[in-house]
């Protein structure tokens, strides 16, 4: 690292963490870092140790991967005229890990302009993907101009509202959540009344050491309000998950990785499938980032988690196309 | 969900002086903001101040999009809705 980068340039969250040099060592982690969540408490190991960690996975133990930000329909020269191509290439990483996951998680904007014939073009590509199911939630690109109506039809079936829903496996809780539709006047996405009572009382009754994984677009937790990456009410969902031993919340929209450890919440967000975004507060303003034609796959990607049963964590893993 | 009475606006292609300022800016919002900005200074798309087009160039721009790059609202949005738009926009200065 260059010492002039060492410093905090962007400290919203008053935690001391350095953004930058985070941001960093998560572009160290994408080439290849196995990254550990135990009770709240970071661990790594060089990618290759995974094989190890998949041969050491026991019964009730599982993996999924989370892709997000595909923006099938974006065409732009000099960023990425071929999504569909590059969203290929991640099924391809998908289909040559070692275990197949159990199912994917769709982190929104699955299209750039919700058409019909993207979210068509974007169910025929994963059609190939080698998993049991995909559960989805919207991007605010999918719900442009009819409130979602388009992609609650296509993708919203067994879901409740503007497209949240839960559900359990091996033990594991997962919580879709949707924070998309009603932008607020600061830019920032929201839950919303409703959506939070229905949080409330999907989690009223569950076991504190039930491990939680709670996935949603927008991040829940500010990142970076001035380009609307953050939730207004995050922290009120974030409240109803306070009791819980371990709580894994998994994003997208901002087309990076990064990762912030808050008491026993892990908030990671993932690479896009189709382009990449300035670092908050390193360009004018955000959007699509033009790089290198051949560093593109640099900056694209999926992540991969596993569960131990057991062992109360999730271990995610951050790969690049590149 | 809030939906945009046509009568707020009156017909199609006309002004739209009566849209009540937090309607269309909801409608703005929901359907603009994650490209041009809450502010309407540009995100993924241009800012929207000054941008010296017409009435009717800024409804065709709605109404047909961008191929790859702006969704096309005509048939997502009612036409009194496209011209509330277009005086939001054009009240950007």
Request: glycine share 12%.
């Amino acid at each position: 690292m260059k010492t002039k980068e060492k410093f905090i340039v962007h400290d919203h969250n008053k935690d001391g963490l350095d953004r930058r040099g985070f941001l960093e060592c998560m572009a160290w982690a994408g080439t290849g870092m196995l990254w550990t969540i135990a009770g709240g408490v970071l661990g790594s190991a060089l990618l290759p140790a995974r094989a190890g960690a998949q041969d050491s996975m026991g019964k009730g133990s599982f993996s999924f991967v989370q892709i997000s930000d595909s923006h099938i329909g974006f065409n732009k020269a000099g960023i990425n005229t071929d999504v569909a191509g590059t969203l290929k290439e991640a099924i391809a990483r998908i289909n040559a890990l070692p275990t197949p996951p159990d199912f994917i998680l769709h982190t929104g904007d699955l299209t750039h302009l919700a058409a019909a014939e993207e979210f068509d073009a974007l169910e025929q590509l994963l059609k190939s993907v080698k998993t049991q199911q995909i559960f989805y939630v919207p991007g605010e690109h999918d719900v442009t101009g009819d409130n979602g109506q388009l992609y609650l039809q296509r993708f919203g079936k067994n879901t409740k509202g503007q497209g949240w829903h839960s559900f359990d496996f091996n033990g594991v809780h997962f919580v879709g959540l949707v924070n998309v539709v009603d932008i607020q006047q600061n830019g920032l996405g929201a839950l919303g009344n409703d959506q939070l009572a229905w949080l409330e009382d999907d989690l009223q009754g569950r076991s504190s050491d039930t491990p939680i994984v709670v996935f949603a677009h927008i991040p829940l937790w500010s990142v970076y309000p001035k380009w609307g990456w953050g939730t207004d009410d995050g922290a009120q969902a974030l409240g109803f998950l306070k009791r819980f031993g371990s709580v894994t919340v998994l994003n997208g929209h901002i087309h990076q990785t990064m990762k912030k450890v808050e008491g026993r919440v892990t908030f990671h967000t993932a690479m896009s499938t189709a382009f990449p975004q300035p670092e908050p507060g390193q360009a004018p303003k955000p959007g699509p980032m033009k790089v290198d034609a051949g560093k593109l796959r640099d900056y694209l990607g999926i992540t991969d988690v596993n569960y131990t049963e057991g062992k109360n964590s999730l271990a995610v893993v951050d790969s690049t196309l590149g | 969900m809030v939906l945009v009475s046509c009568a707020q606006y009156g017909t199609s292609g006309q002004p739209a002086p009566s849209a009540p300022p937090s309607v269309t800016r909801t409608l703005y919002l929901r359907n603009c903001a994650h490209c041009h900005g809450a502010d309407g200074h540009g995100d993924d798309g241009p800012d929207l101040h000054d941008i010296g087009w017409t009435n009717e160039q800024i409804a065709n721009r709605i109404r047909k999009g961008k191929a790859g790059q702006m969704t096309a609202f005509a048939g997502k949005l009612k036409p009194a809705e496209i011209d509330a738009l277009v005086s939001y926009v054009q009240s950007l200065k």
